[in-house]
DNA sequence: CCAGTGACGGCTA
DNA sequence: TTAGCCGCCACTG
């Protein structure tokens, strides 16, 4: 197998995880990082949602950093969008900031397994 | 080829 | 406790 396509595979990877997140839940870019064997390399997960944006359709909106906040919103069509998606699912937004995250979290090491 | 940046995370002061 | 720095990996200039 050719090496290059290793890094398709990680990205194929992530997109799974994320589809696999349930509605009105969300998870971190280091637990999908962990989860892939990538741990430590959270930034990976992050570009790989970069690259999937419009071409692969995933709920990119459930996915936000170790403290809940919503750093990727600005590379979403519109800012506004990523916190919007959330709410619609039940996931109250305060200030670009998830609270209930430790709630809300999902593990996929845990959950997912 | 070298340096800087980035949807992050963990450690140290 | 809060704030700041370094480390990981890939891409761009």
Known sequence: ????????????????????IP???????????????????ARMVGWALIAS?????????RVVNRVGMLTGKQHFDEPNAMQQRLE???VRV????????????WDPTKELL
């Open 88 to 90: 619609a699912e039940g």
């Open 94 to 105: 305060e200030n670009e900031q998830v609270m209930d995250f430790d709630k809300l979290f």
């Open 53 to 61: 944006h419009p071409a692969t359709q995933i709920p990119a909106h």
């Open 23 to 41: 509605e009105g839940r969300v998870t971190s870019y280091g637990a999908i990082a962990s989860y892939l064997g990538a741990k430590g390399s």
């Open 1 to 20: 197998m050719s090496e290059s396509k290793k890094k398709e595979n990680f990205f194929e990877d992530v997109y799974a995880v994320v589809r696999l």
